[in-house]
């Protein structure tokens, strides 16, 4: 299959409660749904409070479910590949909630763990269309699609910067990813025709036009995720911030290119650094250039940053530079570069409507791996789902 087309909520919620009519004998009272999301530019920045550019993407995770009577929780998880997987664990104390295996459940219990009263007993059940470790966040999408859930079973509604907030800390403190505020911000505030350019500082967001209609976002997922030591994000972000550190700010937002000349660290962490305070500019200026449909400009940034990202940040592989360097050399695209924490994942490129088919069959030709295509509609962020 080389290209994934959004099953549409209505589907997902349709099978999800069919299956857990089957599993559980009773139908579900509560149902939501969120998106995956993918980062038009500001990358690897979110954790140095810069600024993000991300869309909500049309492919979702739906979670449907309902109390139980006891203080077990019984969840089932039909993954986009249609393999079923199930846990149980007991609620009774939501701050007696530990993380263990399987690994995937530690996303569900760190929502419950993290939202903001303790939840009773309950059966669920979570289908997505959402890639899963591609780097369009099937992470923050189950996250924020298990809250919006409780958030309706519950009828406890949480303030949407909140919640992200709260989705995140479950990530951070559940799985052990400390990653950055901006997947769960997306997934939770995106908006249909709309990028999102968020502050990871002040937490503040600006919706930014983007009607595809002369344009198309297309994202073609490279197919591999390199497993290197596991650490590299980790790694990532300390480097950051031992460069913020060493400069006596709270992080690298409040640099500039003229202090990181003041660094006396390792010629890393130099690169680390100036891949971050380069990346926040060009995040701020793609998003007036989007408002002024300025695609060439926006193009020459998005290429810039895949530079950046693969020579100073060294997140990227032989596969996202071979797709960039392929959009490079065609016909109607203004701009590509890998997208999501690197090492595999995503490549996401501009490209004109009109080249889009021979741009598929040239990516398809010379990619020495194989790519799947999806082309993005910015779409809505979380919501509650009413049941037919
Ligand atoms: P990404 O967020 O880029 O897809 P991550 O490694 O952050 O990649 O998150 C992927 C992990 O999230 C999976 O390995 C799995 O543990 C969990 N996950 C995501 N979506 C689902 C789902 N629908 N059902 C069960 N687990 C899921
Ligand atoms: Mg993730």
């Known amino acids: 299959m ?37 980062n038009l530019i500001g990358e690897h920045v979110d954790y140095c409070e810069g600024f993000v550019l991300p869309v909500a993407l049309p492919f979702f995770t739906v979670v449907v479910g309902a109390y139980n009577s ?3 929780c019984m969840v089932l998880s039909i993954l986009a590949s249609g393999q079923e997987v199930q846990t149980s664990f007991s609620s009774t104390e939501s701050s007696s909630l530990q ?12 929502v419950l763990a993290n939202f903001p009263e303790k939840v009773k007993g309950l059966d669920a059940v979570i ?43 479950a990530e951070h403190d559940f799985p052990g990813m400390p990653c950055g505020i ?10 249909k025709d709309h990028a ?9 967001s600006k919706q930014v036009p983007m009607k595809c209609s002369d344009v198309v976002l297309l994202v073609v997922n490279s197919s591999v995720k390199h497993q290197l030591t596991g650490s590299e994000y980790p790694q990532r972000r300390a480097q950051c911030q031992q460069a913020a550190d060493e400069l006596g700010k709270p992080s690298l937002r409040s640099a500039t290119i003229q202090d ?18 380069e990346e926040i500019t060009r995040t701020e200026l793609v998003a007036q250039l989007l408002e002024r449909k300025d695609y060439k400009e926006v193009g020459r940034l998005f290429y810039q940053s895949h530079e950046s990202l693969s020579k100073l940040m060294e997140v ?7 797709l960039v360097d392929i959009m490079r050399s065609s016909d109607g695209v203004f701009g590509a570069r890998m997208t999501g924490g690197g090492f595999g994942g995503c490549v996401i490129a501009l490209i004109k409507k009109e080249c889009l088919a021979s741009l598929k069959s040239k990516v398809r030709s010379e990619y020495k791996g194989n790519p799947v295509f999806f082309e993005c509609e910015p779409s809505d962020g979380a919501r509650i789902l009413k049941i037919g």
């Open 99 to 110: 993380p263990g295996e399987p690994g995937w459940a530690n996303y569900v219990k760190g």
């Open 182 to 191: 901006m997947d769960q911000f997306i997934v939770t505030l995106g908006k």
């Open 316 to 322: 990227s592989c032989p596969e996202l530079d071979q």
């Open 2 to 38: 080389s290209e994934a087309v959004p099953k549409g909520e209505e589907v997902l919620l349709k099978e999800a409660v069919s299956k857990f009519v089957s599993t559980y004998n009773r139908k579900p009272l509560a149902a939501a749904a969120a998106p995956g999301r993918v």
């Open 260 to 277: 990181l000349s003041k660094l006396k660290c390792e010629e890393l962490v130099l690169k680390r650094a100036k891949h971050v305070v």
């Open 70 to 72: 006891t203080d077990e």
């Open 127 to 169: 289908v997505s269309d959402v890639p899963m470790g591609s780097g369009v966040s099937s992470s923050a999408s189950l996250e924020v699609a298990f809250f919006t859930f409780l958030e309706d079973l519950t009828k406890i509604t949480v303030d949407p910067v909140k919640k992200a907030q709260l989705c995140q800390k």
């Open 196 to 204: 999102l350019l968020i502050d990871c500082r002040s937490l503040e």
